[in-house]
């Protein structure tokens, strides 16, 4: 006895009748296709437009995933060694117009604290080192973590500014970010070293060039001032020691405003030759997201078509490429 309701129409996305034992042939043509040991033709509708991945698409996908991870090694090192240099000629031309701004304004800083009280954010900043036998004309900034070295040399924020009375150091990268402290180590006795600060212009000579291990300098007397250059040594982006150039005061001193914190406030990341480990979660969080990015697109490619994965996925992985190779050179020496 068939269906009363056999007569009704059959929606199109309605699965196809089965053919009943003993009423001819089945309505489908072939056997039904079946994916690891399941019926497509067994299984509901959302089962039946769930996409599979045979075995030449997952070695597509695999291969993609490889490709597009070399590629991300290949940005990192183009990104640290050229797009580098690009940013810091950057962030140098920005940090140089809002220092002319604030020395026209008298509000440069003159000390560890602000006039508000509270102590000079990292990246501030605070003078202008030129070095005419190197060609060095560059804006040192508050700070000496990898981060802030990316954008200029460091101020190490426990000692005086440059012109001071004291010690002032100063750290600066050797290769990578415009590397401004890659030749420090060609300075002869005698070399002029002029700084800029909102105290006015201080004169320095240099006196030594000493590498780890070398003698420290005797202390100062009182009311004299040294500037200290500090940058790595060794092959380009493999450094293996530390260089400093000492320069003494040959100008007058300015007054040094008291001092709020001292060596032992600075944090690790802040020392000679140290990472910044503060950008870890940024970092796996940009590599997890890229990891998502790049499986989506291996899928879409194969669904969607590779045309239009492409265009949407270009931009897309480059954007969160760039962004974690850029956290990660934060994990790098503050001297690279």
Do not use: C
Request: hydrophobic residues 40%; proline residues 8%.
């Amino acid at each position: 006895m068939t269906s009363s309701t056999s007569w009704l129409p059959r929606p199109s996305w309605w699965p196809p009748r089965r053919a009943e034992p003993g009423r001819g042939r089945s309505r489908t043509r072939g056997p039904a296709r079946t994916v690891s040991g399941w019926s497509r033709e067994s299984a509901g509708p959302a089962a039946r437009a769930i996409p599979t991945l045979g075995e030449p698409d997952r070695w597509r996908f695999g291969g993609s995933a490889v490709v597009v991870a070399g590629l991300l090694l290949v940005g990192f090192a183009l990104q640290f060694t050229g797009v580098s240099q690009i940013s810091y000629a950057r962030d140098q031309q920005l940090a140089l117009d809002a220092f002319r701004y604030q020395l026209a304004n008298a509000t440069a800083p003159v000390g560890q604290t602000g006039s508000d009280g509270r102590l000079v954010p990292d990246g501030t900043p605070v003078a202008i080192v030129r070095v005419p036998a190197l060609g060095l004309d560059t804006v040192v900034l508050q700070g000496t973590t990898s981060d802030v070295t990316r954008s200029g040399p460091g101020h190490r924020r426990d000692t005086p500014l440059p012109g001071q009375v004291g010690a002032s150091v100063v750290y600066g990268r050797q290769t990578a970010y415009g590397g401004p402290f890659g030749r420090i180590d060609q300075l002869r006795t005698g070399a002029v070293i002029t700084t800029t600060t909102g105290q006015g212009t201080a004169e320095y000579r240099v006196v030594d060039v000493r590498r780890s291990g070398d003698h420290v300098p005797a202390p100062l007397g009182a009311g004299d001032g040294r500037l200290t250059l500090v940058s790595g040594a060794g092959l380009p982006f493999l450094p293996d020691s530390i260089v400093r150039v000492d320069a003494e005061l040959v100008s007058k001193a300015a007054v040094t405003p008291t001092p709020a914190i001292g060596y032992s406030s600075l944090a690790p990341e802040e020392l000679t030759m140290a990472g910044d480990g503060s950008v870890w979660p940024f970092l796996v969080l940009g590599l997890v997201v890229l990891a998502a990015m790049v499986a989506l697109f291996a899928v879409g490619m194969r669904f969607w078509g590779r045309r239009q994965t492409l265009v949407v996925a270009v931009p897309v992985v480059l954007a969160i490429g760039l962004s974690a190779a850029s956290q990660l050179t934060v994990l790098l020496p503050n001297l690279m």
